[in-house]
Each structure stands twice: as structure tokens, then as C-alpha cells.
């Protein structure tokens, strides 16, 4: 089928265009610039027009932001949204994250709406984020909570408005397809902290990293030698999301679901201890003795949706970690 994906630069929707690329759909794809389009093009060489394209799309949070590229090459049978901002360093809470997310994602729905009758599917890349409780966890967490944080509350710091971006920008997803019952399915998928190999020749230098692989970049250049900064939390292995959107995608059972997508805990001494048995070339950049610190949680998540309707089975770390490697140390070199 032909899927329209937004914000194809990005770190999960790179591994999405491979696998949509593998399962024979045809994508065109969102970017915010010609160099960016051209990367991704040069990145899956070969290919023709019709198999792999791009728009660019400057801004997701522009009004009409995504008529162009819905109108561009129809028909599209379905839609695969990524695109949105993830880095906990805005300062104009409303501005640079809280709106952009909302307002993309409404787009890109309006969009649909207004001009592309045919979409029958759309997934869109929500986040654990949008179902976390940090006042007072559940036991095991599932599919039909929701993170109770106020708009109010999402303008507190940086990581505080990403965390309400994902949860508003998802709840007004969800808000729209109830009010106004469009022609198409939604499914969402909600990762909790994603790592994983960044594609071949999508980065120049390793200040660009996506945030959720910071943690690897830092201790792989020695920013963690004098010590591992403690840090524990739930990850999945960006592969095993990319599995998840495209058979979200492909899947009719998959129609109005959540999908939880978390493979387990990690810390980070867990992260570079891993690192120092499998890369002996990195052992200078990491402590001498690492001190284990516990990854347990006071609470579990329920992935099994992701496998029982999906199909996905959870990479373990330290393939996740060993790859990961193995990635940015090519970009370093
Ligand atoms: P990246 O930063 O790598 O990708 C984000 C993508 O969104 C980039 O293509 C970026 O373009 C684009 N984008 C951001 N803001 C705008 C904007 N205003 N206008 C146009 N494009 C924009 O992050 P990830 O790949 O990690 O994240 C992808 C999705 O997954 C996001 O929705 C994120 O919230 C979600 N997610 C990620 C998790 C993770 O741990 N990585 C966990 C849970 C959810 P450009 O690069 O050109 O700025």
C-alpha cells in the first residue's frame, strides 16, 4: 500500500521507512528540508520515485501544515505520524512543544479528513508518556490509562512539556476521531524509552544524536568515567517499535488500539557494563569498577497486546545496547 510518513528524518520513523520499504509498501514521506529528503534517499539508493519520495513540510504546527503533501501523490491507503518534537530542552513550554505536537497531529488528521477519503489507516507515535502516572503509579500499568498531568502542570520544565505533549497531542487524536468519526482507523503506539542503532549515514557528528540515545553518546566518548550518573527506567529497542507501527498499520485487529511498546527495565550501569564486556576498545572511557545499580521499578507494564495483536517479540538489551554501539561508533569514526 502507499503510507504517507511524517517526519522521516527522525530516529523511529527511519527504521519505519526501512521496514515499509521491506513489507513492499510505497512511501512518500514528510521532511523539514530538500538535504534532509535527499539523505533518506541516498540512505535507501535504487529506488524509484513511486517506492520512496518526500515532501517537505517545514513545520507540522502551521495551520493546513500537511494539505500539500496529503494532496501530493494520492491515492494513500494509510498514514504513519511521527513527526514531533522529542527533546526536554524547550524553555517556551507552549511554543516549542506543548503546540507543535497537538496542533501536528490534528493536522495531519485534518488533512486526511478534508482531502484523502481513501486513508482507511492511520498509527500515530504516541508515547508511555501519554499513560505514566509519576503521583501515584498503578501496580502494572496498561493500555487504558492516562497520565493525569494538566496543561498547567506540562509548563513546569522541559522534560515536564515534552511528557504533556505526547499525552495532549494523543488525547486530541483520540478526541478527534470521537467527535468527528472520519472514514479512518486510528491505532497508537506508545514506547516507553527508545534505543537502538541509528541508521548508516543519517548522522554527521554525534552532537546530533536523538535524545533517547544521549546515554550511550555520552558514556561511549567518557562523559561517565568519574562515574556512572544513576538513572533507571523502561526502554524498547527501536526495531521492535518500527515492527509494531508497520504491522499497527497492516493489521485490521489493530484498529482503535493503544499499543504499549516497553521490553523491560534497564539502569544505566547495567547499559555500561554491557558496554565494557562487549567493547574492549571502550574500556577507558568508562570506570574502572562499575557499581550495579537496581533497574527494579515500584510497578510493572503490561506489553502483551504488542505481541498477542502484533506479532512483536521484545529484543533483550544487550542486543540493543551492543548495536547501538556498534552505530555511533561508525559515526565517530
Ligand atoms: P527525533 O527527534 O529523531 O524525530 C522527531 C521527528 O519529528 C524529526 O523528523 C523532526 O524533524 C520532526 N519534527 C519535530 N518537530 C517538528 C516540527 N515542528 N515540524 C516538522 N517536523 C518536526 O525523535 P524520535 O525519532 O525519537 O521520535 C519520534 C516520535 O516517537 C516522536 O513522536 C516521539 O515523541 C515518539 N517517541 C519517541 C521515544 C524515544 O524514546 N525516542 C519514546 C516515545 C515516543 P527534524 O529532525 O528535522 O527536526
Not at 492516562?146 to 513546569?156: C, H, K, M, R, Y
Request: with cysteine.
Amino acid at each position: 500500500m502507499k503510507v504517507l510518513l511524517t517526519g522521516g528524518s527522525g530516529f523511529v520513523a527511519q527504521h519505519c521507512l526501512r521496514l515499509l520499504l521491506k513489507h513492499g509498501h510505497d512511501v512518500v514521506t514528510t521532511v523539514r528540508s530538500a538535504e534532509k529528503g535527499q539523505q533518506l534517499l541516498s540512505a535507501n539508493p535504487g529506488l524509484p520515485t513511486t517506492k520512496l519520495s518526500y515532501v517537505i513540510v517545514k513545520d507540522i504546527a502551521e495551520p493546513n501544515a500537511f494539505d500539500k503533501a496529503i494532496i501530493s501523490s494520492p491515492p494513500f491507503a494509510a498514514v504513519l505520524h511521527t513527526a514531533s518534537p522529542f527533546h526536554y530542552a524547550a524553555t517556551d513550554f507552549e511554543n516549542d512543544m506543548l503546540k507543535p505536537a497537538v496542533n501536528g497531529t490534528l493536522n495531519i488528521l485534518n488533512a486526511i479528513k478534508a482531502h484523502a477519503p481513501e486513508i482507511k489507516k492511520v498509527v500515530v507515535t504516541s508515547s508511555f508518556a501519554a499513560i505514566i502516572n509519576m503521583q501515584s503509579p498503578p501496580e502494572v500499568y496498561d493500555e487504558s490509562m492516562w497520565n493525569p498531568i494538566s496543561w498547567e502542570q506540562a509548563q513546569t520544565n522541559g522534560a515536564m512539556a515534552y511528557v504533556g505533549s505526547k499525552k495532549f497531542a494523543e488525547k486530541a487524536a483520540r478526541d478527534f476521531m470521537a467527535v468527528e468519526k472520519p472514514g479512518f482507523a486510528l491505532a497508537t503506539v506508545n514506547p516507553v524509552l527508545v534505543f537502538g542503532p541509528i541508521m548508516e549515514g543519517s548522522l554527521t557528528s554525534l552532537n546530533a544524536v536523538n535524545t533517547s540515545n544521549v546515554v550511550f553518546r555520552d558514556m561511549i566518548q567518557g562523559r561517565m568515567k568519574d562515574g556512572i550518573t544513576n538513572g533507571s527506567f523502561s526502554w524498547v529497542d527501536v526495531r521492535d517499535v518500527a515492527a509494531m507501527h508497520v504491522a499497527a498499520l497492516e493489521k485490521s485487529e489493530a484498529d482503535g488500539q493503544r499499543f504499549i511498546a516497553a521490553a523491560g527495565r534497564y539502569s544505566n550501569s547495567e547499559i555500561a557494563s554491557i558496554i565494557k564486556k562487549h567493547f574492549p576498545s571502550l574500556q577507558d572511557k568508562l570506570p574502572e569498577h562499575i557499581e550495579l545499580e537496581s533497574s527494579k521499578a515500584g510497578y510493572g507494564i503490561d506489553n502483551s497486546s504488542a505481541e498477542k495483536i502484533l506479532g512483536v517479540k521484545f529484543r533483550d538489551l544487550a542486543h540493543a545496547v551492543v548495536d547501538t554501539v556498534d552505530s555511533l561508533l561508525k559515526v565517530e569514526a
